[in-house]
């Protein structure tokens, strides 16, 4: 079964500072990744996938994030914070093949950003 | 455009009692989900439906139901609200083509039983 790990449930950085979010997944296969962001009383919305091919990806709001199969991370990261990135990240792994998108989600990593 | 819409957003319940969440998109997409959302527990998917006409449990099904009334419409039912079952709920909905779809989720429904 697959899963998905991210450590740090509380990260606080200065506005401005980069950012790392760690994501570990357990797959036996390639999987699809995705980062979702949840603001406070929303729903999730979409930041960056990876299906596929170029193992670094670009989202929205400039996040990016890096799969790395050798060590089974996609880490999320952003060069300079903005206050309005504070939000709950959530890393989630989904299967290949099947008929839906059963995803599994990590337990998210609280952003608090400083000024 | 609306996306996926989810009511009530807010529902205060007595332990026992039952309710239906609804959930609707306008997305057309094929597949739709819930998911309960608690504290230091990430999302975990409670039922999903591929496609219209069929339903599958997902990871905690257990005190809940599930209809898919039609492409649009997929809602959850708690039969005998218990406390455990106080959380937030989002139903989602996806593209269910070759590749797993991104998932694109309604604003949440937070349910409380007392």
């Known amino acids: ?115 | 455009n609306a996306g996926v819409t989810q009511t009530p957003k807010f529902q205060v319940l007595k332990t026992g009692q039952s309710m239906t969440l609804q959930c609707a998109q306008d997305m057309n997409h094929n597949s739709m989900y819930w998911y309960r959302q608690d504290p230091g527990m990430g999302l975990r998917l409670i039922y999903y439906s591929a496609s219209e006409g069929t339903t599958d449990k997902g990871e905690v099904p257990n005190g809940y139901n599930v209809s898919r009334l039609n492409k649009r419409e997929f809602s959850l039912r708690l039969e005998s609200a218990a406390p455990s079952q106080t959380s937030v709920y989002f139903c989602a909905s996806s593209w269910q083509g070759a590749d797993t779809g991104e998932l694109f989720f309604g604003e949440g429904s937070r349910l409380t039983v007392l």
Not at chain 1, 16 to 43: D, I
Not at chain 1, 70 to 90: C, G, I, M, T
Request: with cysteine; net charge positive.
């Open chain 1, 1 to 115: 079964a697959q899963s998905v790990t991210q450590p740090d449930i509380h990260i606080t950085v200065s506005e401005g500072a980069s950012l790392e979010l760690r994501c570990n997944y357990s797959y036996g296969a390639t999987p699809y990744l995705f980062w979702y962001v949840q603001s406070p009383g929303q729903g999730l919305q979409l930041l960056l996938k990876y299906f596929s091919g170029d193992t670094l990806v670009q989202g929205i709001k400039g996040f990016e994030a890096e799969f790395k199969r050798s060590q089974s991370s996609f880490n999320l990261r952003k060069p300079s914070v903005h206050w309005s990135d504070a939000a709950e990240y959530f890393c989630a792994v989904g299967a290949r093949g099947g008929t839906a998108s059963k995803l599994t989600f990590g337990t998210g990593t609280r952003l608090q950003v400083t000024l």
